[in-house]
């Protein structure tokens, strides 16, 4: 029986450690506490604390660097004609699956994009192309997060071939430490004790494999392309 | 996985001769090390932030069990299943558990060490459940039939051409005469090869490079997004984690986050850097729906207080091996076990046992590279003379090895003679090689000289050298 097992095992793991560290009566696990209740943070890596057009300078830069692509689009109502026009100048598939996110399914697609075929919904596996939004930009490496959600279906940004994510300007931020905040700051929201999302995404460019013979080849199980729709918002 | 780490001499010698692995190792010798280097020197904190994480971990081992106990308080909070397990036969028997509790026939796996080290593939598969690995290496290692030789790039030693003609003779339904010239045409082939697995499995098995303490989170780093499209798509999300993978926060995961693709890769982040906190939430259109994580000792916590500690603190970068000269010549196989390289030397005797592999320890020069590219600070070299301590202590070693130790070990407490000696010897073989210099054989020597020339001295010993500089100066 797993149940009795595990917690033997529990027992045995817990007691072999502590007999092991060592540690004298008056140590009672303060310095835990607060580390889990401060969170202290690293060494201050100085490249990502930008004033905003510089930030954004060095997103675009870095996810370039890592075979990602970046357009910068005005406003959420031109995202239709930037989608169009990515996946005409790639020749790709017009079927789009959208993340089931009224921000994005509320957009002109008719208007603006008629010859685009949009679905909301998870991916399935013969979707080519999905739009996701995206929690935040980490301007440091060029790596977006995505949080899974009730909008934001977790296999969009792995499925298909070709991964297209709308990034508000104002989510962009510079180090991760401003990445961490956030993401607390939203688990806050939920109330004290409050869980993380089921899955948080970091991406960092397209999927990719050195397996044969160390040469990079990009798409292996992930997306083979990524690209980044930047849209200003006048929070930035 | 079974141990063929007493057979290391016998596994180098064949190793050198295999001139496959030596056109594959090519590849090692020169990619991984120059890419870490312009990853770390992009970096200006980067000797900065590896103190950090070194700290970080000494810290969560000092206090590993209340880690370990916020770690489980979280987790269940937020609908995982931990399970506890002190021996790799314990982890094997739940996880068939979980798996036979849905009917599951197949299991889609990423890339994990933990689940090499308890022999889990070959397990499972005796218990009727077929195990499908996806890592584009693992896949090709699982084809052929063999274990990894690296931990982060289990497929390092297979040649393109090797691959080529593995998918040929395995994807049998395929035209025959299709091209597979381009590594592309392999890396797609693989991917549809695998795409309806990810979606037909019944259980996704994945590994976690940390366990967060604060959040009851476990984190996954990859390349190719396979451990995600494992753990996204079935029912059933199994996690097997060794007990030293937890930390305390999320900053502390971002402290070493950013050392580890540098080292491992030089990549600045890896491709996909995944967090999963719980199943799937009640609206949550996709994500599995129950959340299982293995928490497994195996013989982790008898390395705590004592000189081995601080190997608990390695994150698998594989930067250890990358640099390491004998690595390079001899490749991973050789070590006959799943950890390798001078990581390897050091954790294969603490879990087989130091009777299993004492050649592993020995497998050095001390040449110091590992250590000066951990990026969690392991005194790779340091671990290793103790192996070799305890293994002369307990008389492991042969007694031509004793006798000659004992020989050396008299010598080098009576400087004088040693240095009269070392002298002549020295200077005997500078005459005797001075025309060629070097020697293509030497009395007792045998073994070093086969593979290489040994060069001749030029008459002089360091310490005389050395005492001559210091009176011109």
């Known amino acids: ?236 | 996985m079974q141990a063929t780490s007493r057979n290391f001499k016998d596994n180098a010698h064949r190793a050198l001769e295999d001139a496959n692995l030596q056109k594959a190792m090519g590849f090692v010798r020169t990619g991984f090390i120059d890419k870490r280097k312009a990853a770390a020197d992009a970096l200006p904190e980067f000797e900065a932030l590896r103190d950090a994480a070194r700290d970080i971990k000494n810290h969560t081992l000092a206090n590993l069990d209340r880690y370990l106990e916020r770690y489980e308080a979280k987790a269940t909070e937020t609908g995982a299943q931990v399970h506890w397990c002190t021996t790799a036969e314990d982890a094997r028997e739940t996880i068939l558990e979980i798996c036979r509790s849905v009917g599951a026939r197949t299991a889609t796996k990423g890339k994990s060490m933990i689940a090499e080290e308890i022999g889990l593939n070959d397990f499972l598969e005796r218990n009727g459940i077929t195990p499908i690995e996806t890592d584009l290496g693992e896949y090709i290692i699982q084809l052929r039939k063999e274990p990894p030789s690296h931990i982060i790039a289990p497929a390092v030693h297979v040649t393109q051409d090797q691959v080529e003609a593995d998918f040929r003779s395995h994807h049998k339904a395929l035209p025959a005469d299709r091209s597979l010239a381009e590594p592309q045409q392999l890396v797609a082939e693989a991917r549809e090869m695998l795409r309806q697995k990810y979606l037909d499995a019944d259980v996704g098995i994945t590994g976690a490079n940390f366990l967060v303490a604060e959040t009851g989170t476990s984190v996954i780093v990859t390349n190719e997004g396979n451990g995600d499209l494992t753990q996204i798509l079935p029912k059933i999300h199994i996690v097997i984690a060794s007990i030293e993978k937890v930390i305390p926060t999320l900053e502390d995961l971002g402290v070493i986050l950013r050392v580890l693709a540098r080292s491992a890769t030089g990549q600045e982040m890896s491709a996909y850097t995944t967090l999963s906190t719980g199943p799937k939430r009640p609206d949550d259109p996709d994500g599995p729906e129950q959340y299982h994580v293995v928490i497994l000792d195996n013989g982790r916590s008898a390395m705590l207080g004592t000189e081995y500690q601080e190997m608990l603190r390695c994150i698998r970068c594989g930067a250890c091996m990358n640099h390491c000269p004998v690595y390079h010549a001899v490749g991973g196989h050789a070590y006959g076990w799943v950890y390798v390289g001078p990581m390897g030397a050091v954790l294969t005797p603490s879990l087989i046992g130091v009777d299993q592999a004492g050649h592993l320890p020995n497998a050095s020069t001390f040449c110091g590279r590992c250590e000066s590219v951990c990026p969690m600070r392991i005194p790779l070299p340091k671990m290793m003379r103790h192996w070799r301590e305890r293994e002369f202590e307990r008389h492991l070693n042969p007694p031509a090895w004793r006798w000659g130790l004992k020989a050396w070990a008299f010598l080098a407490r009576r400087p004088r003679l040693y240095q009269a000696l070392t002298g002549l010897q020295v200077r005997l073989m500078g005459l005797a090689g001075r025309r060629r210099g070097r020697f293509a054989s030497l009395p007792l020597a045998g073994g070093w000289t086969e593979h290489r020339d040994f060069p001749a001295p030029q008459g002089r010993t360091f310490q005389q050298l050395w005492a001559e500089r210091k009176r011109a100066a």
């Open chain 1, 1 to 236: 029986m797993s149940g009795e097992r595990s917690s033997t095992a529990r027992g045995q793991i817990l007691g072999a450690i502590r007999r092991a560290v060592k540690r004298d009566g008056t140590d009672a696990g303060s310095a835990v506490e607060r580390r889990l209740a401060e969170h202290p943070e690293g060494p201050r890596v100085e490249r990502a604390r930008l004033p905003h057009e510089a930030l954004v300078a060095l997103f675009v830069e870095k996810v370039e660097a890592v075979q990602g692509s970046v357009a910068r689009v005005d406003s959420p109502e031109a995202l239709p004609e930037a989608v169009a026009d990515y996946l005409k100048r790639h020749n790709l598939p017009t079927a789009l699956r959208v993340a089931p996110d009224p921000a994005l399914t509320d957009l002109p697609w008719q208007e603006k994009a008629p010859l685009l075929s949009v679905s909301a919904g998870r991916a399935e596996a013969a979707d080519a192309v999905s739009l996701t939004g995206c929690f935040a930009g980490v301007a440091e490496t060029g790596t977006l997060m995505l949080a899974s959600g009730p909008e934001a279906p977790t296999t969009l940004n792995f499925l298909p071939e070709t991964h297209l994510v709308v990034l508000r300007e104002s989510d962009l931020v510079g180090p991760y430490e401003e990445a961490w905040r956030k993401l607390r700051a939203r688990e806050g929201a939920e109330g004290p004790g409050g869980a993380l999302p089921r899955t948080v995404n970091f991406v960092t460019g397209p999927s990719r494999t050195g397996d044969i013979e160390q040469k990079i080849q990009l798409g292996a199980h992930g997306p083979r392309r990524l690209h980044v729709l930047l849209v200003a918002d006048g929070e930035g």
